[in-house]
């Protein structure tokens, strides 16, 4: 609906100027930190001892540490945003000083209430459009830093499945997925709770009619922060030609330049797809509120329990859970000079990803090996042996003794657990000591950095080890009593492997496969165009008595979504009726970016 701006860059140099005077950034002395002994290394909530290391016993089934990194990761990028649409995260942030935001509208006014802006003009002048072809384009600069919250997932697309959830908690106290078309009653409630709290805006991920990815930021106030640009009288279409024209109509030519202009703005939206996403908005991550964090919605754990990642909406959550939420939301946006650790939260989660992301899909694709030829098999699982050596090498202890071959038993790899807590907690190690100036968000963070990192570790030091002692490793011989089953190490690696990058669930590794040609991108399934569509769809709710129907927030997207499907051979919208799994598990694949299009 009004596919508009933000995101995020934290990185302490730009973020710390940006966040300063909305949510500043702690500048305490600097920490001494000893030497790390690492024979005394403790890293909360896993201690020391040999019981807490134990290699066979994985997380938790209703652990969310990794639910919680990889959403976080995936703050303001249109992939993971589009793979999951319902978003469990609240985030505040700032769109700094300078940043231009756009506005269309048919009439020569500026809103006197809140409304939506775009950060991409290409957006925005698609409403500037009357009954004569012409219309008004307003361009916005910030004054000062604005304050906004973030909603993730495809938090401005109008469904009822759960893309609204998070935002509903907070403008109503409740979840009213039957309001889903509520948007100008939502914008102003969401501006009138945050108003006590100098709240901004409020910014989402939205998509176009021609599923060009885009933020948008609900704007409160036109006259607070920002300054007018320009205010122009433009002309989009010959006068002529009617600005609304007719669903029903014969399509153009294949070789129309229409279709052009439309796939190439679909095209454009994909370059922001990875990390990092659209950078014009500020995460304070310090200031984290997660749906996924069990202490906060307790509520939420049965709800999930046995359903698919898809399936995770914010309905059924407790009113309690919603009124600590609430809570929560408003002591983070309250804080006057909040204190924090200054650790870079979403540089550190992206390095885990780079180190593991590849070597991960390696190792997947070297473990997806079937022959008949016992050598070839041979060569392989050594060939695996030899990367999950290079994974762990920073961390193979001289000290490590190996244990017979002869030795069985439930701790038979025991003996490798010392490698399994080092390369668990490298990453964490020092930083923990900043633990009494973490935020309660940074507590959060720091959990699903440990619970991720600890999965990781224990599962490529388990298949690692067992590699060792089936004499597949040649830094580490061993003499062996008889012949592994060299076929069966290779079927429990791919089964582990399987599990840990299921369990990781990265975005990154969802890709067209085999991959798109030079004609071709890929694309994920997504709304509006590939979201089921009634038979007779419920009209929006009645608008309110100062509604404006040609207002940029509602007139298009409203009307794509409750005319029924058009008569035509329009491939653009025939081919997008999607089957409803395609709809709830979106997969890639390639669609064309030469004429003849369709998706």
Not at 134 to 156: E, I, M
Not at 446 to 460: Q, W
């Amino acid at each position: 609906m009004r596919s508009h701006s933000l995101v995020a860059a934290l990185s302490l140099g730009s973020a710390a100027l940006a966040l300063r005077g909305q949510f500043p950034v702690n500048t305490a002395d600097e920490i001494h930190v000893q030497p790390l002994d690492i024979a005394n290394l403790k890293v909360p909530p896993y201690s020391s001892s040999t019981g807490q290391w134990r290699i066979e016993e994985g997380p938790p089934e209703n652990a969310t540490g990794n639910l919680i990194f990889d959403t976080v990761h995936s703050f303001l990028q249109h992939w993971p945003n589009t793979r999951y649409r319902n978003g469990h995260n609240i985030v505040p942030g700032v769109i700094p000083t300078g940043t231009l935001l756009y506005h269309g509208t048919d009439h020569n006014t500026i809103p006197s209430e809140p409304d939506w802006t775009a950060t991409d003009p290409e957006h925005s002048i698609g409403f500037a459009r009357g009954s004569d072809g012409s219309g008004w384009h307003l361009t916005l600069a910030t004054t000062r830093p604005l304050k906004v919250l973030y909603f993730d997932g495809s938090s401005a697309a109008k469904i009822s499945e759960g893309t609204m959830d998070t935002q509903d908690i907070i403008a109503w106290g409740e979840v009213q997925p039957e309001r889903f078309f509520d948007e100008r009653r939502r914008i102003k409630d969401l501006c009138r709770w945050g108003k006590e709290f100098g709240i901004d805006g409020f910014a989402r991920m939205e998509m176009d009619l021609y599923a060009y990815f885009r933020f948008e930021v609900m704007l409160c106030d036109f006259t607070a922060g920002v300054e007018v640009v320009s205010f122009l009288h433009v002309r989009l279409l010959p006068k002529d030609e009617n600005p609304y024209p007719p669903r029903r109509r014969p399509p153009p030519p294949p070789d129309s330049d229409l279709w052009i202009r439309e796939f190439e703005v679909m095209h454009s939206g994909s370059w922001h797809n990875r990390y990092p996403g659209d950078s014009r908005i500020v995460l304070d991550l310090t200031g984290l509120v997660s749906l996924y964090d069990i202490a906060l919605a307790p509520s939420l754990v049965p709800v999930r329990a046995g359903i698919e990642r898809w399936d995770h909406r914010v309905l059924g959550i407790s009113s309690e859970d919603i009124s600590q939420v609430k809570r929560k939301l408003t002591e983070v946006i309250s804080r006057p000079h909040p204190v924090n650790s200054g650790i870079d939260w979403k540089t550190l989660i992206h390095v885990i990803i780079d180190r593991y992301a590849d070597r991960l899909e390696l190792m997947e694709y070297l473990l997806n090996f079937t022959s008949s030829d016992s050598q070839e098999v041979l060569q392989r699982a050594k060939s695996t042996q030899t990367q999950l050596r290079v994974m762990l090498t920073p961390y193979l202890l001289e000290s490590i003794v190996v244990p017979s071959t002869g030795a069985s038993g439930v701790d038979t790899l025991q003996w490798a657990s010392p490698i399994f807590r080092l390369c668990a907690t490298t990453h964490t190690s020092v930083i923990i000591n900043q633990m009494p100036f973490m935020t309660p968000s940074e507590h959060l963070l720091l959990k699903a950095v440990e619970e991720t990192t600890r999965e990781i570790c224990r599962v490529t030091t388990k298949m690692w080890a067992v590699g060792v002692m089936s004499g597949l490793d040649t830094l580490f011989p061993v003499e062996l009593n008889g012949e592994p089953d060299v076929t069966q190490i290779m079927n429990d690696g791919k089964e582990d492997i399987q599990k840990l990058m299921s369990w990781l669930d990265w975005s990154i590794w969802i890709k067209c496969r085999p991959g798109c040609g030079p004609e071709e991108m890929c694309y994920l399934p997504t709304w509006p165009h590939n979201a089921p569509r009634p038979k007779h769809p419920p009209p929006p709710p009645p608008p309110p008595p100062s509604w404006d129907p040609q207002n940029i927030a509602d007139a298009s997207e409203v009307d794509y979504l409750t005319e029924p499907p058009p008569e035509t051979e329009d491939p653009f919208f025939l081919s997008f009726e999607a089957p409803t799994e395609e709809w709830r598990k979106p997969q890639p694949k390639c669609i064309r970016r030469l004429s003849p299009y369709g998706f």
